[in-house]
T-cell receptor, first 118, second 112 residues
Framework: GAVVSQHPSRVICKSGTSVKIECRSL??????MFWYRQFPKKSLMLMAT?????????EQGVEKDKFLINHASLTLSTLTVTSAHPEDSSFYIC??????????????FGPGTRLTVL | GEDVEQSLFLSVREGDSSVINCTYT??????LYWYKQEPGAGLQLLTY?????DMKQDQRLTVLLNKKDKHLSLRIADTQTGDSAIYFC????????????FGKGTKLSVKP
């Protein structure tokens, strides 16, 4: 099946710094990528949907100025957590959808990034 | 709004069958999915069912869909210790860009 990678897999940063997480589709072109956040013992919460070449669509309650998403190419989307605080500590997972599959196409998930803010 | 509910825990013995249940609220769902998440890892798509189907079987996995009751189940036959993981059901909300709506996940523990 299609492969989605995330980098880094784990990151520890100090409060107030910014962290960038990359999501790459390795063997297909992803016109749409999704960013999820997973809290302990909770489901995945969709943060935003990004379409290549356009602005991301953020879910209600997600601060777009804090969680910057850039989908500059068909194989790469980045999530930057700006001015990180301890409450931003979480497991962030991206998924990518093959551009040829339409809105109901299968999403392929990355392995996730564990962010810890001290 | 749309909502997906699952029981949080299930414990079975190796070799038994596991049945994980899920209920959803969005009657316009088109596809319903089952994902598996192992500790510290991302999600792996196990199987999916189209909303006009009642059942789908794939090796040890059987998905049953009761559209009238909005109830979805995943049966794992001959459960193995390697099946221990968190299982999420998810639906596609047709009114979105194809966003997946996830349940909270069921943690399956398989005892030897």
């Amino acid at each position: 099946g299609a492969v989605v990678s995330q980098h880094p897999s784990r990151v520890i940063c100090k409060s107030g710094t910014s962290v960038k997480i990359e999501c790459r589709s390795l063997d297909f072109q992803a016109t749409t990528m999704f960013w999820y956040r997973q809290f302990p013992k909770k489901s995945l919460m969709l943060m935003a949907t990004s379409n290549e070449g356009s602005k991301a669509t953020y879910e209600q309650g997600v601060e777009k100025d804090k969680f910057l998403i850039n989908h500059a190419s068909l194989t790469l989307s980045t999530l930057t957590v700006t001015s990180a605080h301890p409450e931003d500590s979480s497991f962030y997972i991206c998924s990518a959808r093959d551009g040829g599959q339409g809105a109901l196409g299968e999403q392929f998930f990355g392995p996730g990034t564990r962010l810890t803010v001290l | 709004g749309e909502d997906v509910e699952q029981s949080l825990f299930l414990s079975v013995r190796e070799g038994d069958s596991s049945v994980i249940n899920c209920t959803y609220t969005d009657s316009s769902s088109t596809y319903l999915y089952w994902y598996k998440q192992e500790p510290g890892a991302g999600l792996q798509l196990l199987t999916y069912i189209f909303s006009n189907m009642d059942m789908k079987q794939d090796q040890r996995l059987t998905v049953l869909l009761n559209k009238k009751d909005k109830h979805l189940s995943l049966r794992i036959a001959d459960t193995q210790t390697g099946d221990s993981a968190i299982y999420f059901c998810a639906e596609i909300w047709v009114g979105s860009q194809g966003n997946l709506i996830f349940g909270k996940g069921t943690k399956l523990s398989v005892k030897p």
